[in-house]
């Protein structure tokens, strides 16, 4: 019985054991070498050989990728090199032969580029859409205010658009600064760091506060006739239930609050497809954009076109075009938010200036020349 316990206390001691590395990132250019240091903190009791492998081979040559420690070997520190061969997004994970040894956090994320202008580039393509998308809801904020108006504005787009960066902002924060979600993330994809940056954080807040500025508009401006229609509500309706019973299940802890989170992510993602539908048939009925911002939709297809092109340098730089049909959801997005904007950009500029400049020329039977 004593001895039992005491080898059940020792199988405790040594299940603490276990490997971290210094990095769990490493960006490359193809034929650059660097080094991580591998680490284990505790001795273990009996022999064991490591091997780490990445999740993609031939992309890289790891020395050693493979070695042994005997359990009277002092040395709890190795320093591991690698060269990069060939462009890509990948994982080093460490493996070992003894099962009392927690490998969980010794994996470095590694990331091999074809050109570092390419990622410069990047970089400054995803400012300037970040930048654009950030303050592209404030053009609609001074039109409604230089005309006293909120007529041909639609307000189905305005209720859809606030419930979407709502929840969109939910899932934001909720990875950004809830450490139980943080770790919850971890759990479920252990080889994978946090998707939320503080830049999505600030976006989506503020993108929630410039939709309530415009919301507050509507109750002091001039309205119409305008409403809310049915259908918006409907939809709202359904979405906000569906929130309603997650977060039920996860106050219950019948689901992870990460559960929660990544539905009203994916409740952002229906609504991107569908809110642009509202103002565009508005437009198509008045034959009209009056009311609504164009300078709005200049900056957002500006934003949504960089935003495909930085996934495009990205992919080709990395050789990792998986990103894009492996995330078709994240590029089917911002191609579908470019083609409206096109629509109405099209009943902006071309149709509708066309179809008026016909009217008048037939009420005053004089030739107009258009002038764009």
């Avoid at 960006?27 to 680490?39: I, Q």
């Avoid at 998308?133 to 039109?143: A, G, H, L, R």
Wanted: with cysteine.
């Amino acid at each position: 019985m004593i001895f039992s316990l005491f080898l059940f206390i020792q199988v405790l001691h040594y299940a603490s054991a276990g490997f971290k590395v210094d990095t769990q990132n490493l960006r490359f250019l193809v034929g650059e070498e660097k080094s991580f240091d591998l680490y284990l903190t505790e001795k273990l009791p009996n022999d064991a050989t490591v091997i780490l492998s990445s999740t993609q081979a031939g992309l890289v040559k790891i020395r050693p990728s493979v070695f042994n420690i005997t359990k009277n070997n002092q040395n709890l520190h190795w320093n591991i090199s690698v060269t990069a061969l060939s462009p890509g997004y990948f994982v080093i994970s460490t493996n070992v032969t003894s099962d009392i040894t927690d490998v969980s956090s010794a994996f470095v994320v590694v990331t091999i580029e074809k050109s570092i202008f390419l990622f410069y580039l990047s970089e400054v393509v995803g400012w300037i859409y970040f930048l654009t998308w950030t303050t592209s809801f404030y053009p609609q904020v001074y039109e409604n205010f230089k005309r006293k108006s909120v007529v041909g504005f639609s307000f189905d787009f305005l209720a859809l658009n606030i419930l979407g960066f709502f929840m969109y902002a939910l899932f934001n924060c909720g990875l950004y600064w809830i450490p139980e979600i943080e770790r919850q993330y971890s759990e479920r994809y252990p080889r994978s760091l946090v998707p939320v940056l503080f830049n999505d954080v600030f976006f989506s807040i503020n993108a929630v506060i410039a939709n309530l500025i415009i919301m507050g508009q509507c109750f002091i401006y001039e309205t119409g006739t305008q409403r809310v229609s049915i259908t918006a509500k409907a939809i709202n309706g359904i979405f906000g239930i569906l929130a309603v019973v997650s977060l039920a299940l996860s106050i219950a802890k019948v689901t992870l609050w990460l559960d929660f989170f990544y539905l009203c992510s994916y409740i952002k993602l229906v609504i991107t497809i569908i809110k642009y539908i509202p103002q565009t048939y508005s437009n198509c009925m008045r034959k009209s954009t009056s009311g609504w911002s164009i300078a709005t939709t200049l900056l957002d297809i500006t934003g949504g076109i960089l935003s495909m092109l930085q996934m495009i340098l990205n992919s080709y730089n990395y050789n990792d075009w998986e990103s894009i049909y492996g995330d078709i959801t994240k590029f089917g997005l911002g191609f579908i938010s470019t083609l409206f904007d096109a629509i109405l950009i099209f009943q902006h500029y071309v149709l509708y200036r066309f179809v008026l400049l016909f009217i008048i020329q037939a009420l005053t039977k004089k030739t107009i020349f258009f002038c764009p």
